[in-house]
């Protein structure tokens, strides 16, 4: 240990002395101005650029070349293409490019300057179903966050309103949007997914909870051809945020219905004998499959809204190609985007990834790499030609939470003990993996929603965080575990020998950091042991609630996407299993899963009642902090470090990548809200 020890503090050195983030890269000599302050030239040519401002989201974000025309004075008059689709439309493949944009296509402000077309961005991800830095750039929403998650800006729709009593959204379509295979897209390939798969028993049994206020389902109304309005039976204003984030995407809130059909026994009878063709054995097994969107999509066919549709599946990689159909332009009227292709890599395992991306083998990565390549990353970064920004990562890259629905009955009962919880989380030195992970770049800290939100409360951060092991050690006595082994293991109650079985997917921060925390439980007599898991293979296990200990990154701690996930973050679920079995009887109305105890059915209640008050109201305020008061104090999540800075690897050619020291995280999905239809390689 004493040689991480002595990284770390090299490390902290390198950090503090660095006077630009990224190795010397030059700030970008110029930015767009924001939408509502002083009118700027836009940009209009390769070459031309913005003046120098802060990058804010919404500020290059425009819903159609006349709200653009009307904030900047610029008027885009013609609209270009790629070159290989030039050649595809004298070759007579696709129509010309103003007859394949919707008739107001949305205007993205390029953070430098206008870019150039070409090139193909290299990603990579463990194994087939590993997520890369660049999923979330292809999978586009009917509306879109900011970086700071403070405004929903338009995407694919032009807009939307919220009614005042919270209770109803309308979304306003674009006339003329065309899936990536040219047929239309419209509001009825969000009435498809809602009648034919949501309400459709055999496709989802379970109803989503976020498409429901109280107690009853959304209804999905199509006003005319460009209007769609959702009505919840009670106030419901997280809704609008779930649409910004991940429920407003394709799968989950529309589908190309016409495609889809082909598998549905509702629209095609013979979808049976079609699903026994293929080797399924239902319809709908065969639908699911066909509708897969993410990282798990294999379907080549299957008609997509992002700027890159999926091309090739092989065994070693994914090609994705450049949708001819995208509904964007820059300020220059060129279509969107400027990148070719993506090429995204399959690799074995995250040691390999990160040995290939050290060595400039991707032109981003960032769930890899953590703060202690940081020394690594610089020094390699001119010859491997790359460069490396620091990012901020508000939630924890890092946190745990004991099984409390465990199969096994006495480390249920152990596990359900606050006492053991708290003691197990003081025994945690979070200085030290600050110090040794981190570099010293974040902040050590218990499970907390972020404290930007209207919300916070001083003192939630160091609540059972202290290390205090002799607290810890007299908890564990006084609740039955101060019997021994001969090793100095505690045993239960039962005479066993209590071992706890941590169980992750390898990523970035997560193996060192666990290897500290088996050290820290060690020592008060907790045996530890970590099992690396493949991500599918960690999932099921956690959903059927057969593991001890899970770990996972926090997200939804900033206030909209935390609302957008109705608390599905911070709760008993949060990718660790606290408590699934709770989770599924709440879900299901008691149908299936496990009764929890009187205090955590109040938490559900109370997190329903929240999450549907006025944002940022006294009510809302005082029930936030009356919730995350007991939920805090429970330990049910066990934090580690929080505000965390982050390397990133970047192309040293890619410009228009406003990144440095920015916000990274799931709460604004990753690069989607950082524009990369506007990406471009500059050589």
Request: charged share 25%; glycine share 8%; proline share 6%.
């Amino acid at each position: 240990m004493l040689h991480r020890r002595l990284l770390a503090r090299a490390l902290i050195a390198l950090v503090a002395t660095a006077t630009v983030f990224g190795g010397g890269q030059a700030e970008p000599e110029e930015a767009a101005a924001g939408a509502g302050g002083e009118a700027q030239q836009a940009p209009t040519a390769a070459g031309d650029q913005w003046p120098n401002a802060a990058f804010k989201t919404g500020d290059f974000v425009y819903a159609t070349p006349a709200d653009f025309t009307e904030a900047t004075g610029h008027e885009i008059t013609s609209y270009q293409e790629a070159p290989e689709l030039q050649a595809r439309v004298t070759s007579g493949e696709i129509p010309p490019v103003e007859q394949r944009l919707p008739e107001e296509p949305l205007v993205l402000v390029p953070m430098e300057k206008v870019g150039q077309y070409g090139g193909s961005m290299r990603v990579g991800s463990v194994g087939f179903t590993g997520w890369t830095d660049f999923t979330d750039a292809r999978w586009p929403g009917l509306l879109r966050y900011s970086a700071d998650t403070a405004q929903v800006l338009p995407y694919l729709t032009k807009g939307y309103e919220l009614s005042a009593d919270g209770k109803t959204i309308t979304l306003h379509f674009r006339e003329g949007l065309k899936w990536s295979d040219g047929s239309p897209f419209a509001l009825e390939d969000v009435l498809f997914w809602w009648e034919y798969q949501i309400l459709n028993d055999e496709l989802t049994p379970t109803k989503p909870g976020l498409w429901m206020s109280g107690g009853e389902l959304a209804q999905f109304e199509k006003i005319d051809d460009t209007i769609l309005r959702i009505r919840f039976a009670e106030s419901n204003p997280a809704a609008v945020f779930t649409l910004a984030h991940h429920g407003g995407r394709q799968r989950t809130i529309f589908q190309p219905g016409e495609y889809l059909k082909t598998w549905h026994l509702e629209h095609n009878p013979e979808a049976s004998a079609v699903a026994k063709e293929e080797g399924y054995d239902s319809w709908w097994e065969a639908y699911m499959f066909h509708q897969t969107y993410g990282p798990q999509q294999t379907d080549t066919e299957l008609p997509v809204v992002a700027a890159w549709a999926l091309d090739t599946v092989a065994p070693t990689h994914r090609t994705f190609v450049r949708n001819p159909y995208y509904h964007a332009v820059d300020t220059a009227g060129n279509q969107l985007p400027y990148i070719d292709s993506i090429i995204r890599s399959l690799v074995g395992d995250a040691e390999t990834l990160k040995l290939q991306v050290v060595a400039g083998e991707f032109d981003i990565n960032w769930r890899e790499v953590s703060g202690d390549d940081y020394p690594l990353l610089l020094k390699n970064q001119e010859s491997a030609g790359y460069r490396v920004a620091l990012v901020k990562y508000p939630g924890h890259l890092v946190f745990l939470s004991f099984n409390q629905n465990s199969k096994d009955p006495a480390k249920r009962e152990i596990f359900q003990n606050v006492a053991f919880r708290r003691a197990m989380s003081m025994a945690i030195d979070r200085d030290e993996i600050n110090e040794i992970v981190f570099a010293g770049q974040g902040v050590p800290s218990a499970v907390t929603p972020d404290a930007s939100t209207s919300f916070y409360k001083q003192g939630w951060k160091t609540a059972w965080a202290q290390f205090d092991p002799d607290h810890a050690n007299r908890l564990l006595d006084e609740i039955g575990l101060a019997e021994r082994d001969d090793s100095g293991f505690r045993l239960r109650p039962d005479g066993e020998k209590l071992v706890v079985i941590i169980e992750y997917q390898e990523r970035g921060p997560r193996t060192p950091t666990l290897e500290l925390i088996k050290e820290y439980w060690d020592a008060v007599g907790v045996q530890t042991e970590l099992k690396p898991l493949e991500r599918t293979f960690y999932f099921t296990r956690v959903n059927a609630a057969e593991h001890d200990v899970g770990v996972w990154h926090l997200d939804a701690a900033l206030e909209g996407p935390l609302l957008a996930s109705k608390n599905g973050s911070l709760n008993f679920g949060a990718g660790t299993g606290a408590g699934v079995e709770w989770i599924n009887w709440r879900d299901t109305q008691g149908q299936s899963g496990e009764e929890p105890p009187e205090e955590v059915k109040e938490w559900f209640e109370g997190t329903g009642k929240f999450v549907v008050l006025p944002q940022g109201s006294p009510e809302y305020i005082e029930l936030g902090q009356e919730l995350f008061d007991w939920f805090i104090d429970q330990v049910n999540l066990i934090g580690t470090v929080t505000d965390i800075r982050q390397p990133i690897v970047l192309n040293k050619d890619l410009r228009n990548v406003p990144l440095d020291g920015g916000v990274y995280t799931w709460d604004s999905l990753y690069v989607y809200s950082y524009l990369p239809e506007v990406w471009f390689f500059e050589n």
